[in-house]
């Protein structure tokens, strides 16, 4: 399995993007796929997921501002980002996970706001 995540880029505070995760390979059995993020000297957290059956949550500090959701065929993934602040500088990485417990990542897309 392969995921391949895009859209990242630099905007300023308030302004919107949107990241997508592609994922290609043996793809089967998905349980969840979901975003997180990591900030310059913190640990890596949980930004939003969506689960084989739709059902998505969100991190606090996102709820109302970010949103995703994923195509028809169940292999891409989006996090739309809306009224973006600057702590939400981030390297966003999306993840798979299987109905086995395999897990997967994609290489991290960066997301810089400006204030």
């Known amino acids: 399995v392969q995921l391949q995540a895009s859209g990242g880029g630099l905007v300023q505070a308030g302004g919107s993007l949107r990241l997508s995760c592609a994922a290609s390979g043996s793809i089967s059995s998905i349980a969840v796929m979901g975003w997180y993020r990591q900030a310059p000297g913190k640990r890596r957290e949980l930004v939003a997921s969506i689960t084989d059956g739709g059902s998505t949550s969100y991190a606090d500090s996102v709820k109302g501002r970010f949103t995703i959701s994923r195509d028809n065929a169940r292999t891409t993934v989006y996090l739309q980002l809306n009224r973006l602040k600057p702590e939400d500088t981030a390297v966003y990485y999306c993840?798979?996970?299987?109905?086995?417990?395999?897990?997967?990542w994609g290489q991290g897309t960066l997301v810089t706001v400006s204030s």
């Open positions: 993840r798979l996970a299987r109905y086995n417990g395999q897990i997967y």
